[in-house]
């Protein structure tokens, strides 16, 4: 029996949550599929194939399991022939129903479903008492912090995440490994110690990235950009929102069901589809925090992780050897930190890195796999970077990898030296953004004395154009331009800045630099603040956007032109939803 799914009703919020199948043991003919605004249900569906050659005959059926939704509230369909997503309307998708069943009452069952229906109840056990009164400790640090505008803590935003029905689960180190590897090294821990394990909180929710904006606007609105460092359409992408000072406040990720073919992610409402993600299995503990403190458990999707946790053992989880192309550089980080690897892990990891790192490698004069190797480390001085790779280097060794370490990391030397460069940069926190030229050239004399001392003065021919494009962004960020023509006059302010100095590598670099990134960011900034009124919003929006674009060119960023028009869409989308934030917040009022 085949039913057509209705689109979601209009005027209502497209959620992208995935996943439930009714029944204890489900099979083809009992799976059910529904929709709604909130969720969807995995389950076998037929779609319209591509359209034939001949317009008279009818597309032949394509068949697949729903597994989502894109941020357009568009069905996302894995095809059952070469595994792809595909994107098609709602009204597009087929469902098999169960003689008898029907959408409306699938819906209706769904919004009860447990997100942990899919967990063998063996592995949910009580969290360990010590555990939970660290945890709790570090729950009540606070997020966001301000003499005037008061304190944020963690456990609010866990509140708030219970409050509207949601769960809650710590995950990564903090899901339990790192206080679970404490205890086995040293049980008389003091709770300081184990709450210590938990400095880098991050926490999954099923909540919506809707949802989850609407806490982060309503705890964080006296604090700038509601105390989030992420993007916004990066939080609408990929279902993450930082609060707080970046790698040092909190995550709140959405759990997750996979990514589209355009990296998007498809999000879910079921910790076991979520738990096929993680690299490791001691990386795959959860411990929900949802609810009262003596309700809190540790969670493990597979029954390995706990074991692999207290061991320091890798073990990869399901097929991520084959698809993931930063495995290797995770797990030289955790061999560095003293965990060892079974014979079947160790080759999946060598079959790992065979094949994705000569390609990364070869891109770009290495830029991706020296990108890749930096979302691992945490120096923050050279020194300490130094230390960090020997520590590398030494694990490489001990488990035979050196000929790797001969061929990737010491060619590469250079090239991390300049991204350590770069990216400490950013950091530096002056009063005047020309005063980083000054401590820039410190730092990188902090090299002598490291093994990148000969880089020191191969990296000075480099040392302009990074500094150029750091200055400008800041000078840019904290003269806040009011429109297009204040942002072209702080650009002109710069020049003339630049030229009194003599630095013409300075003057040469300003349009590349004014062009790039802080005019993307200037622009998201403004188109987002426009204040529009009437039914023709749209129009008088492309009205705008001519007129900045005509004045980029007019002001010599002609060269940002390209770029600016690849944001219109998401300029608009940025703009509706300020602008529906604006008036659901007037109506609160």
């Not at 993680?278 to 969670?299: H, S, V």
């Not at 990216?423 to 090299?447: G, H, N, Y």
């Not at 003065?457 to 960020?477: F, I, N, P, Q, T």
């Amino acid at each position: 029996m085949h039913a057509a799914v209705e689109p979601p009703p209009k005027g209502e919020p497209h959620v992208a949550n995935v996943g439930f199948v009714l029944g204890d043991a489900p099979s083809a003919d009992t799976r059910g599929v529904f929709t709604s605004t909130r969720y969807l249900s995995r389950a076998p569906v037929e779609i319209p194939g591509p359209p034939p050659k001949n317009k008279a005959t009818a597309p032949t059926p394509r068949e697949g399991t729903l597994v989502g939704a894109d941020g357009q509230g568009r069905a996302v369909v894995r095809l059952t022939e070469g595994d792809k997503l595909v994107h098609l309307a709602f009204s597009d998708v087929s469902p098999r129903l169960a003689e008898g069943q029907t959408v409306e009452a699938l819906r209706s069952a769904a919004v009860h479903l447990d997100p942990l229906r899919g967990i063998d109840p063996a592995r949910r056990t009580p969290l360990d008492p010590r555990i939970s009164e660290a945890l709790h400790l570090r729950l009540q640090q606070p997020v966001l912090e301000h003499p005037q505008h008061g304190t944020v803590t963690h456990q609010d935003y866990v509140d708030a995440l219970c409050a509207i029905g949601e769960e809650a689960f710590c995950f990564g180190g903090a899901g339990g490994r790192d206080a679970l590897q404490l205890l086995a090294e040293k049980p008389d821990a003091t709770a300081a110690e184990l709450a210590a394990t938990f400095n880098d909180l991050d926490i999954q929710t099923t909540a919506s990235p809707e949802q989850v904006r609407q806490i982060c606007v309503r705890l964080g609105g006296k604090f700038k950009d509601f105390g989030l460092w992420t993007e916004a359409h990066t939080s609408k992408r990929f279902g993450i929102f930082g609060v707080g000072e970046h790698k040092k406040g909190l995550d709140l990720v959405i759990m997750k069901g996979g990514h589209d073919e355009r990296g998007s992610s498809v999000f879910t409402r079921e910790l076991a589809i979520d738990a096929e993600d993680p690299d490791f299995q001691m990386n795959n503990l959860r411990i929900r925090i949802t609810g009262k403190r003596e309700d809190w458990e540790q969670i493990d999707p597979s029954g390995l992780g706990i074991a692999d946790a207290i061991a320091k053992r890798l073990t990869v989880v399901g097929d991520r050897a084959e698809t993931d192309k930063a495995l290797g550089f995770r797990a030289i980080k955790f061999l560095a930190r003293g965990c060892t690897m079974p014979d079947e892990t160790r080759r999946q990891l060598e079959a790992n890195i065979e094949h994705f790192w000569p390609k990364l490698k070869a891109d770009l004069d290495g830029a991706p796999w020296v990108s890749a190797l930096f979302r691992n480390l945490k120096s923050d001085s050279l020194a300490d970077l130094d230390h960090e790779l020997d520590g590398h280097h030494q694990a490489m060794q001990k488990v035979g990898w050196g000929a790797l370490h001969d061929a990737y990391f010491v060619p590469l030397k250079g090239q991390i030296f300049d991204e350590f460069i770069r990216r400490q940069v950013r950091k530096i926190d002056v009063d005047q953004p020309l005063e980083l030229f000054d401590r820039a050239s410190a730092l990188v004399e902090s090299a002598r004395g490291t093994s990148f001392e000969p880089f020191i003065e191969r990296y000075r021919g480099k040392l302009g154009h990074a500094l150029v494009d750091e200055v400008v962004a800041r000078s840019l960020a904290e003269a806040k331009p009011a429109d297009v023509d204040a942002y072209l006059a702080e650009v002109q302010r710069l020049e003339r800045e630049f030229e009194e100095r003599g630095m013409t590598f300075a003057v040469a670099r300003l349009p590349e630099a004014a062009g790039g990134n802080p005019m993307k960011d200037f622009s998201r900034r403004y188109f987002e603040g426009l204040k529009l009124d009437g039914a023709d919003q749209k129009n008088q929006f492309d009205a705008e956007l001519k007129r900045f674009r005509g004045r980029l060119e007019a002001g010599g960023l002609g060269a940002a032109v390209p770029a600016f028009d690849s944001m219109r869409g998401a300029l608009w989308g940025g703009f509706r939803q300020r602008d529906l934030e604006a008036k659901r917040a007037l109506g609160a009022s």
